[in-house]
């Protein structure tokens, strides 16, 4: 077995080991995973933090070794960068631009430092709301996991994650965690709901906030109104989508 690490700001990982594959996930600096199969082009891996599996071009990453690997999983201190953009300096003293949510690990596995803002551990729910608003008015962005392009479930993945909690990538996946809710009023700020398209799939989700509001990544990340029915765009003047499950993770 083999095993890696995301060395770059925002690497993509694709359905197929082609740069026209669809993007599924990103990797962001940081993040390291199990190599599950290697070509002469690209390789196939499974990401630690959520199992989540895909291709990855072997120019944008580093292998490490299993000592390596199983020091950052089990590292108890784990540090999350909280700033939108902050930067690496590499062992050759080049600046290296990192976004929101990056891994930041300690310098003898990629010789790289780092002295910006950081959050360590669990944040507690009270910080989930403060954190999405970060990402406010980022363009939706199929498997975007940054505020420079982002889907539903890789927002909630991000805020979650900040704050020390760990989610499945995909909405469908996320909607199998916590605790489900009978009742919208039940709710607290920072727990989840999730929606169906006409086929009953659950493809989207968002983070419930204060006074009925939901903020979720739909053309952009956006702020809507949520009832027991689904979201209501005061912009279209219609649902958006269909209210399937609130969900308590935390």
Not at 59 to 73: A, H, R, S, T
Not at 78 to 97: A, G, H, Q, R, Y
Not at 159 to 186: D, P
């Amino acid at each position: 077995m083999q095993y890696g690490i995301c060395h770059l700001s925002l690497v993509p990982v694709r359905s197929i080991p082609e740069d026209s594959g669809e993007m599924k996930t990103q990797l962001l600096y940081g993040e390291h995973f199990k190599v599950l199969e290697q070509r002469k082009k690209w390789s196939r891996i499974r990401i630690a933090f959520d199992r989540y599996e895909g291709w990855v071009n072997n120019q944008q990453f580093v292998l490490i070794n299993e000592q390596q690997y199983l020091e950052i999983e089990n590292a108890e201190d784990t540090k999350i960068s909280s700033d939108l953009i902050s930067f690496i300096e590499t062992d050759t003293s080049v600046l290296l631009p990192i976004v929101l949510g990056s891994t930041i690990l300690e310098p003898k596995v990629l010789k790289h430092y780092f002295d910006g803002s950081c959050s360590n551990g669990y944040q507690g729910r009270g910080q989930l709301i403060e954190t999405a608003l970060l990402y406010l008015n980022a363009p939706f962005l199929w498997g975007g996991k940054s505020a420079f392009g982002i889907d539903s479930s890789g927002l909630a993945q991000m805020v979650y994650k900040i704050n020390g909690y760990q989610l499945l990538r995909e909405a469908e996946e996320q909607s199998k965690q916590g605790e489900a809710l009978s009742f919208i009023e039940e709710s607290e700020p920072g727990d989840l709901a999730f929606f169906d398209n006409d086929e009953g799939i659950i493809d989207h989700v968002g983070i419930i906030m204060d006074n009925n509001y939901i903020i979720h990544s739909y053309g952009k990340v956006r702020l809507d109104r949520l009832d027991h029915a689904g979201i209501f765009s005061s912009e279209a003047n219609t649902y958006t989508h269909s209210l399937r499950v609130i969900k308590k993770i935390i």
